[in-house]
């Protein structure tokens, strides 16, 4: 795939310490992305192409966290008042924790941009692009526009929800969107969620890349 720096951005999903080994919601293997993260950001950068990140930042007795929820525990679905089929975990990612800190191999330094996201107590929020209302907006996609990018790479953690949604949201919003498939770690929960995931993003034409391929596009 050919690639246009100028018009790229990448957009780094998640990379904090609460998903990563040793994290309160750790993800298996989630630190290993921060290496080909950090290629494709001094690349696309370099060649005037752009960074942002996203961080999750839950308020205390989040609505999302099953600690919150008197009897129910991780892994449980209820509904709230403003999001059906809300998926309940342990706390995490808190505001000013070091849980919520980016993982300290997470060169930052390119980063134009950081959206913390999920930050209102009776709302989560998965897709960088959206709430888990599905109607609030970050703002992102007035950014990416204005400063007229056309495609997203989209790396972090994790595959089957922050990753899937944001990406999904990406090509509905009209962006070509590339996942760094080397770049992506997941949750695996419910089973077959990964694998799930990636078929549905390769079905709405949302393109697979190894970081080394959209290095050699660039």
């Known amino acids: 795939m050919d690639l246009n720096a100028l018009k790229t951005l990448l957009l780094i999903i998640d990379v904090q ?8 919601l750790a993800v298996n293997d989630g630190d290993a992305v921060t290496s080909p993260i950090n290629a494709l950001s001094g690349v696309i ?4 192409g752009r960074a942002a990140a996203t961080q999750d930042w839950h308020c205390e007795k989040h609505i999302s966290f099953a600690s919150s ?20 975990w342990p706390d995490h990612c808190v505001q000013g ?5 980016f993982h300290s191999a997470l060169d930052l330094k390119s980063v134009s941009l950081v959206i913390r996201k999920g930050y209102r107590a009776a709302l989560d929020s ?10 609030t907006k970050t ?9 007229g990018i056309d495609t997203v790479i989209i790396c972090g953690i994790a595959t089957d929800y922050c990753v899937f949604y944001s990406a999904m949201d990406c090509r509905k919003l009209g962006f070509n969107t590339v996942i760094a498939s080397d770049a992506v770690r997941g949750v695996g929960f419910p089973e077959n969620s990964i694998e799930n995931a990636i078929s549905e993003m390769k079905s709405a034409g949302i393109d697979f890349l190894s970081s080394n391929e959209i290095l050699d596009g660039l």
Do not use: M
């Open 45 to 48: 950068t370099g060649k005037g």
């Open 139 to 147: 703002g992102l996609d007035f950014w990416i526009g204005g400063l």
């Open 126 to 135: 998965y897709s960088a692009f959206f709430e888990n209302d599905r109607k």
């Open 97 to 101: 924790t070091k849980g919520a800190d």
């Open 17 to 24: 310490n609460d998903f990563c080994p040793g994290g309160a």
């Open 69 to 88: 929820h008197n009897g129910k525990k991780a892994g449980a679905i209820i509904d709230t008042p403003l999001v059906k089929n809300q998926v309940l």
